[in-house]
């Protein structure tokens, strides 16, 4: 099966809509530049401490983000295998659309339903918004509240959350967006969630980046929360974990 995803397009895209991260810490590193040329030796060296800290941070993060998302191979899904058998799959994202395309070539014959819950007032990560202007995503795509789906229940075999769910920073807008996603989930339906997680292999890849992830633990008390067990986690690298989920009382 050919690659939708371009060469390095993981990468670029980082850049592309965090770009004013990278403007800040090269200001910083043309000021501290220009003020080691009036300083005395011992400010010279904090500042050139300070200038390698920032420059080996903003290095490390855009090796890390080429390797998850370029090199890697994460959107090859290869363990979408074991679900062959679905007629109707719902994706939700937060503004930002990569991966239906991949989802329905993967699932040729299911009916794919695509929701975005990005709301500006409540979502407010800049870089989404640019990310809109890029790549506005697919006519098919249908803007929902997260307490609210406009489908009946038990609708889907399947529902992707991939790299979207963190988006909602509020724990009661999260608990009702996971409340209706089990209202609209079959009983033997499964639930994806792709997320990185604020630990210690994510803070070495971001740093203070980590805390825009949830941790493990806030992700279990949602699902515990929101009527889900988890059937089984999988680790794509250390910094990405997928988790499936099921209904409480129901596993394969």
């Known amino acids: 099966m050919e690659s939708i995803r371009k060469p390095f397009q993981g990468i670029k895209n980082i850049i592309r809509f965090n770009w004013h991260f990278y403007v800040v810490a090269l200001l910083f590193l043309i000021l501290g530049l220009v003020l080691n040329l009036f300083l005395t030796t011992v400010f010279q060296l904090i500042i050139n401490l300070i200038l390698f800290l920032i420059g080996i941070s903003v290095l490390f993060s855009l090796l890390f983000s080429w390797y998850i998302y370029d090199y890697s191979g994460l959107y090859e899904y290869r363990w979408m ?94 608990i009702q967006f996971f409340n209706e996603q089990n209202r609209v989930l079959k009983p033997n339906g499964k639930i994806i969630i792709m997320e990185h997680l604020r630990d210690f292999p994510n803070f070495l890849a971001y740093t203070i980046g980590f805390f825009h992830f949830h941790s493990k633990n806030t992700w279990k008390k949602t699902f515990e929360e929101t009527g889900f067990q988890i059937e089984k986690e999988i680790k794509k690298t250390a910094f990405i974990s997928t988790f499936i989920l099921t209904k409480n009382g129901i596993s394969s």
């Open 81 to 174: 295998g074991g679900f062959e058998n679905t007629n109707k799959i719902l994706n939700i994202h937060a503004g930002f659309d990569e991966t239906s395309e991949i989802i329905q070539q993967k699932f040729q014959n299911a009916e794919l339903t695509i929701f975005d819950f990005y709301d500006e007032q409540k979502h407010t990560e800049i870089s989404i918004k640019r990310a809109r202007k890029f790549f506005p995503g697919s006519e098919k795509t249908i803007q929902v509240p997260t307490n609210q789906f406009p489908v009946e229940n038990e609708t889907f075999d399947l529902i992707f959350n991939i790299f979207s769910a963190h988006e909602i920073r509020n724990k009661e807008e999260r």
